[in-house]
């Protein structure tokens, strides 16, 4: 994977999944947070360490994108961060760099796969009525908040229709 794609393919990410990110906290660091909290209390939200493991997103992609990206995950398939994210069983906490999940490793297809679509194929669909957030596919596009995409059968009435090139309403008889 080459990361030269990215700056645009984050931007329509976190485009395509701005709704379910305004219903979130704001990222850390932001200034929205009712207390400060950047002091040194018990709870004061720690800042994440800088990602050791990203091998198809671009490896200095900034902390509060990629939270973004990852929360828009989690909301178009419908799961929890532990969904990918393994727990480490010392420390009982998700372990973000390990891939011990096959999920995980699932996911980095997929976002492969989203990205190939979008620029090789999407990109060539030059349709003047589409909203910008018709142009791109994201992971919502297939999975609609289902870690497995649902499976769709047309409804009857369509099964019954001539082959294609035929259609009755356009035949002289
Ligand atoms: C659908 C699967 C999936 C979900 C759900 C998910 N992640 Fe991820 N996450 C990944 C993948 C895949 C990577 C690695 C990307 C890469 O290799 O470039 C990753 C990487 C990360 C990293 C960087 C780890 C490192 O050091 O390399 C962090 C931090 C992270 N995720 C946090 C989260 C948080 C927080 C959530 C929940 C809001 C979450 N993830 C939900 C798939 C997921
Ligand atoms: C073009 C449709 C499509 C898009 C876009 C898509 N997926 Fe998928 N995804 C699928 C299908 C179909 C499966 C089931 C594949 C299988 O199990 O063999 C799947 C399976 C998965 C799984 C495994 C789920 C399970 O329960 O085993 C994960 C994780 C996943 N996708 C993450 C993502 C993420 C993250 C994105 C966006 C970066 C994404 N997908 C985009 C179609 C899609």
Request: negative net charge; contains cysteine.
């Amino acid at each position: 994977m080459h990361c030269k794609f990215f700056p645009a393919f984050v931007f329509v990410l976190a485009i395509a999944a701005q709704p379910l990110f305004s219903q979130q906290a704001p990222p850390t660091g932001s200034a929205g947070s009712s207390t400060p909290q950047t002091g040194t209390g018990p709870h004061a939200r720690r800042p994440l360490p800088k990602p050791v493991n990203l091998k198809v997103l671009p490896k200095d992609i900034s902390r509060e994108d990629l939270i973004k990206l990852m929360r828009g995950y989690a909301g178009s398939l419908g799961v929890e961060c532990n969904f990918c994210h393994a727990v480490n069983p010392q420390t009982h906490k998700l372990d973000f760099p390990s891939d011990a999940k096959e999920d995980k490793t699932t996911a980095r297809t997929m976002i492969a796969m989203t990205h190939t679509i979008n620029e090789q194929y999407m990109s060539q669909v030059h349709d003047p009525d589409a909203m910008p957030e018709d142009k791109h596919v994201t992971c919502g596009t297939c999975h609609r908040g289902h870690s497995m995409p649902e499976h769709f059968v047309p409804p009857p009435e369509h099964n019954h229709h001539p082959p294609e090139g035929a259609p009755p309403s356009e035949q002289p008889q």
